[in-house]
C-alpha cells in the first residue's frame, strides 16, 4: 500500500507539474514589418527580462523550437526598453526577400513558476521587396578607336542581373551582345561594360538594353570613324 500511495503521489506531482508548464506564458507577435529594409515588429511579452528575435530564409524548426541554424539570416537582442515599450526597429538592413520570424522571452527569475514569460512567440512571415532599379546605358565611341564602349548601371543593385543590348547595322541586320551587372549592395550602383566592334554600325546608332526581355535604356549615339 505504501509503495502504491508514493506512486500515487508522484504521477499527481507529474500531472500538477505538467500542467504547469502547459500555462506558461509565451510572448506573442503582433505584427512585423520594414522600414526602407529596417525590420520592425511589435509584440507583447510582459515581465520578460530580455527577449530575442530571430529572421530565418525557411520555417524549419529543430525539436526545441528554434530555427535550424543554417536557415537564420538575422538576429537581433531586445533592449529593456523596446521590451517595456513592445515595439522594435533594427539598426542593420535586411536584404530583400521572404523570412519567417520568432521571438524568443527569458525570464530570469521564473524559478519553476508557470505563469512566467518565457519560451517562443508563433511564427509569422515577413516579405522584404527588392528596391526599385533605376537603369541607365552609355555609349563611349571614340574616333580613332575601331570599337565601342557599352555600359548599364542599375541602382541600386544587390545581385547579378543578366541583360543584352542591341543595335541596327546599315544593312538593317540587328546586333546584339549579351552582359552581366553584378551588384554587392541594395545601396549602391552597379555597372558593367561591354566592347564592341564598330563595322557595320551607321553613323548614328541608337543602342538599346534589355533586361528579361524588356527595355530598361536606350542612348542614341553619333559613332566616328577613323579617317580613311
Known amino acids: 500500500m505504501r509503495v502504491l500511495s508514493e506512486t500515487l503521489v508522484l504521477v499527481l506531482v507529474g500531472c500538477f507539474a505538467f500542467a504547469g508548464v502547459a500555462q506558461a506564458a509565451a510572448p506573442t507577435l503582433l505584427g512585423v514589418g520594414h522600414e526602407k529594409r529596417h525590420p520592425t515588429a511589435t509584440f507583447a511579452m510582459p515581465g520578460a527580462d530580455d527577449g530575442t528575435i530571430y529572421f530565418a530564409t525557411k520555417p524549419d524548426r529543430a525539436s526545441d523550437g528554434e530555427f535550424l541554424e543554417e536557415n537564420v539570416e538575422h538576429l537581433d537582442l531586445l533592449t529593456a526598453d523596446e521590451i517595456q515599450a513592445g515595439r522594435w526597429i533594427d539598426s542593420s538592413q535586411i536584404d530583400p526577400g521572404r523570412y519567417y520570424v520568432l521571438l524568443r522571452a527569458y525570464d530570469f527569475d521564473c524559478l519553476g513558476d508557470a505563469s512566467c514569460m518565457t519560451g517562443f512567440s508563433q511564427m509569422l512571415p515577413l516579405t522584404v ?18 570599337r565601342v564602349r557599352l555600359g548599364l548601371a542599375i541602382r541600386p543593385l544587390g545581385e547579378r542581373v543578366p541583360y543584352r543590348v542591341c543595335w541596327r547595322l546599315v544593312s538593317g541586320h540587328r546586333r546584339c551582345a549579351r552582359g552581366a551587372v553584378t ?5 549602391q550602383a552597379a555597372t558593367d561594360w561591354l566592347t564592341v566592334r564598330k563595322r557595320g554600325m551607321p553613323t548614328v546608332a541608337k543602342f538599346a538594353w534589355y533586361v528579361d526581355g524588356r527595355r530598361v535604356a536606350s542612348e542614341r549615339r553619333r559613332i566616328p570613324f577613323p579617317p580613311d
Open 129 to 146: 521587396a527588392k528596391p526599385k532599379a533605376r537603369y541607365r546605358g552609355t555609349v563611349r565611341a571614340y574616333r580613332y578607336l575601331s
Open 183 to 187: 551588384g554587392y549592395s541594395w545601396n
